[in-house]
T-cell receptor, first 111, second 113 residues
Framework: DAGVTQSPTHLIKTRGQQVTLRCSPK?????VSWYQQALGQGPQFIFQ???????QRGNFPDRFSGHQFPNYSSELNVNALLLGDSALYLC??????????FGNGTRLTVT | AQSVTQLGSHVSVSEGALVLLRCNYS??????LFWYVQYPNQGLQLLLK??????LVKGINGFEAEFKKSETSFHLTKPSAHMSDAAEYFC???????????FGKGTMLLVSP
């Protein structure tokens, strides 16, 4: 039973560019959440998707957007990249009333 | 709103010694509390959780934590550290239910032989 899978594992982008990160949830899970973990910090909640809609959003600018597909997989898009967007981006999946299961993350470096 | 404070960004213990990682939380509603572990270049793995009921919670790898409402604490302990326990540990809280997690800044556990 595959857990949460994220792609790519590493990514290097230049300031001003756009990036798309992908996540496949654990089998049977219908909710996907995205977190940003800056170096030396705890993860911070970006947003959560359920039934292809953004259900909750953290304190992140509109440059951060997402999507959930009918098969429950999800994408995180970041536009106009800033150096401060360099971080580990974690995807987590869950089923209502169950704990989050995290993927191994995508390490984004913005130069 | 919820918040988590983890005391000590680094904790060093000897193999076989007691592990104690401290977590204090703030929540305006009855919280759900979690401890996650993160090994280098990996995601987060759930160690244990408190939702309701028994305040002493046992998790994987011999870890346990006690919910103390009066102290707003949820400290993580393990009687005897193993080298494989070296990792970063995160305490997290939700405002009830399995909604969005608010994490602390993490505590790096270093285990020496």
């Amino acid at each position: 039973d595959a857990g949460v899978t994220q792609s790519p594992t590493h990514l290097i982008k230049t300031r001003g560019q756009q990036v798309t990160l992908r996540c496949s949830p654990k089998s049977g899970h219908d909710t996907v959440s995205w977190y940003q973990q800056a170096l030396g910090q705890g993860p911070q909640f970006i947003f959560q998707y359920y039934e292809e809609e953004e259900r909750q959003r953290g304190n992140f600018p509109d440059r951060f957007s997402g999507h959930q597909f009918p098969n429950y997989s999800s994408e995180l898009n970041v536009n106009a990249l800033l150096l401060g967007d360099s971080a580990l981006y974690l995807c987590a999946s869950s089923l209502d009333n169950s704990p989050l299961h995290f993927g191994n993350g995508t390490r984004l470096t913005v130069t | 709103a919820q918040s988590v404070t983890q005391l000590g960004s680094h904790v060093s213990v000897s193999e076989g010694a007691l592990v104690l990682l401290r977590c204090n939380y703030s929540s305006s509603v009855p919280p759900y509390l979690f401890w996650y572990v993160q090994y280098p270049n990996q995601g987060l793995q759930l160690l244990l959780k408190y939702t309701t009921g028994a305040t002493l919670v046992k998790g994987i790898n011999g870890f346990e934590a006690e919910f103390k409402k009066s102290e707003t604490s949820f400290h993580l302990t393990k009687p005897s550290a193993h080298m494989s326990d070296a990792a970063e540990y995160f305490c997290a809280v939700t405002g009830g239910g399995y909604s969005t997690l608010t994490f602390g800044k993490g505590t790096m556990l270093l285990v020496s032989p």
